[in-house]
């Protein structure tokens, strides 16, 4: 399995229960190669990650919601955006810049168009950006960005990346964060505590990408402590919850077993000091 099989499963997973991720669009990227990884993928790790993964995304969808409600014209930054479709369930001011591996974007991007053009989607300004965080420099990820920005506020989002990176890569992203963010704006971000480590469930996560991973494609098996977060010293933590709580608010109709019992995965809202 290679990293951007893995944003077909996350799409997938979001179209499974659109009542709580609020993703009318994610059955878009539905197709059958994703349907027949997914009875392995739920049997030999956990049932409950569709609903995990749409739980995640309806968290940021309602932070990125009130944030753009104050400033309309502001931009979205989407770090590792994946097949996530937030761009067109928020308002049509917003400016999207799209950031991914350069498959990924060209894909999303071609069939992106194709669905604007058709009515499929509704019409939204997006910016796509091909880099691979692992490979690029800081320095040249600020000065394409600068390309696609205004003076106008920012959401910045890392969702289902920093499992992926090391930390000398994760530390050079949000050091690049803080220098292309201004004072008040909002940092979405999405990482394992390292106490997920110690669950039967995170263990068979490690078991089935070591199982099914193409060999090109390696990557980490990042965890961050909270203390990550608390001790950036470009920006203060507003919100530091997870999937688990999130479905308290969002998914009360839903049973899940206990906390240790899930891939539950930390969700923190920073602002720009």
């Known amino acids: 399995m290679q990293i951007h099989e893995t944003a077909f499963i996350i799409s997938t997973y979001r179209s499974m229960h659109p009542e709580v991720s609020k993703d009318p669009y994610a059955h878009l990227w539905n197709n059958s190669k994703t349907d027949s990884l997914l009875p392995e993928i739920l049997d030999f790790i956990s ?138 704006d909002l940092l979405g971000s999405v990482s394992y505590d390292p106490q997920v480590q110690t669950t039967d469930v995170y263990q068979k996560l490690l078991a089935y990408f070591d199982k099914n991973n193409d060999t090109n494609d390696t990557f980490a098996h990042q965890t961050l402590p909270v203390s990550f977060y608390q001790n950036l010293k470009e920006y203060t933590l507003l919100k530091n919850t997870d999937e688990f709580e999130t479905a308290r608010v969002y998914a009360v109709n839903y049973k899940l077993p206990k906390k240790t019992e899930v891939l539950n995965e930390s969700l923190y809202i920073l602002k720009k000091n």
């Open 47 to 184: 049932e409950h990650e569709p609903l995990l993964h749409s739980l995640r995304n309806r968290f940021f969808l309602e932070e990125m919601t009130a944030f753009f409600e104050r400033y309309p014209n502001a931009t979205l930054l989407n770090f590792g955006a994946g097949f996530s479709m937030y761009q067109f369930v928020l308002p049509e001011t917003v400016q999207t810049v799209e950031i991914d591996k350069e498959d990924i974007v060209n894909y999303k991007k071609e069939k992106i168009a194709a669905w604007m053009k058709d009515g499929t989607l509704p019409k939204r300004k997006i910016n796509y950006l091909s880099m691979d965080f692992n490979t690029i420099a800081v320095n040249k990820i600020v000065h394409e960005l600068t390309k696609s920005l205004t003076d106008a506020p920012t959401f910045i989002l890392l969702e289902g990346v920093l499992f992926f990176l090391n930390s000398k890569t994760t530390n050079e992203l949000f050091q690049l964060f803080g220098a292309i963010q201004k004072s008040g």
